[in-house]
T-cell receptor
Framework: LAKTTQPISMDSYEGQEVNITCSHNNIATNDYITWYQQFPSQGPRFIIQGYKTKVTNEVASLFIPADRKSSTLSLPRVSLSDTAVYYC???????????????FGTGTQLKVEL | DGGITQSPKYLFRKEGQNVTLSCEQN?????MYWYRQDPGQGLRLIYYSQIVNDFQKGDIAEGYSVSREKKESFPLTVTSAQKNPTAFYLC?????????????FGPGTRLTVT
């Protein structure tokens, strides 16, 4: 079973860039890396997904090194509303019951202040 | 509006009773999932279904049962055999689009068993 490791918490200020790293040493060949954002008592919301190298969308970038044993979520110019828990998910969505069984990390609590 | 609905938002039951949590989606997604989240923890996969009339166990299926008689619906029954049923339950659905497997989550049901 894959284990993903993230920092428990991070603090930042409005307008700063925030980088959150997830370690997933046992990632399998068919696994994708997906990041979600969760506010208290709500369901997680998809942020970004990637397999290798760099992926960018309108809200974030995802950096994945060649060995794929870690990934970094980059949030540019955070605001107060970005205060949330961020989860790294590793798994093969085409085979959810496969080796890594859609393993969520314990999450990183990001706190953004003025 | 397309999305996933879970009802009720809060549910209270006495120990020893079975309880069924509802999950409905109108996104026309083939795959549906049930997760459990405990305070301060990540999400753990209970069951998933990739197609109607078929479902598979996730990491923590013991004490739970599901059915998938319709594409739109994936109810979860928490049985009396589940040792620690009090938790936040999240339902999700997904479909592969443009190579990604974004999961759409419902608002969750908070179950308290006393």
């Amino acid at each position: 079973l894959a284990k993903t490791t993230q920092p428990i918490s991070m603090d930042s200020y409005e307008g700063q860039e925030v980088n959150i790293t997830c370690s997933h040493n046992n990632i399998a060949t068919n696994d994708y890396i997906t990041w979600y954002q969760q506010f208290p008592s709500q369901g997680p919301r998809f942020i970004i997904q990637g397999y290798k190298t760099k992926v960018t969308n309108e809200v974030a970038s995802l950096f994945i090194p060649a060995d794929r044993k870690s990934s970094t979520l980059s949030l540019p110019r955070v605001s107060l509303s970005d205060t949330a828990v961020y989860y790294c998910l590793v798994g093969d969505m085409a085979d959810p019951g496969g080796g890594n069984k859609l393993t969520f990390g314990t999450g990183t609590q990001l706190k953004v202040e003025l | 509006d397309g999305g996933i609905t879970q009802s009720p938002k809060y549910l209270f039951r006495k120990e020893g009773q079975n309880v069924t949590l509802s999950c409905e989606q109108n996104l026309n997604h083939d795959a549906m999932y049930w997760y459990r989240q405990d305070p301060g923890q990540g999400l753990r996969l209970i069951y998933y279904s990739q197609i109607v009339n078929d479902f598979q166990k996730g990491d923590i299926a013991e004490g739970y049962s599901v059915s998938r008689e319709k594409k739109e619906s994936f109810p979860l029954t928490v049985t009396s055999a589940q040792k620690n049923p009090t938790a936040f339950y999240l339902c999700a659905s997904s479909t592969p689009e443009a190579g990604t497997y974004e999961q759409y989550f419902g608002p969750g049901t908070r179950l308290t068993v006393t």
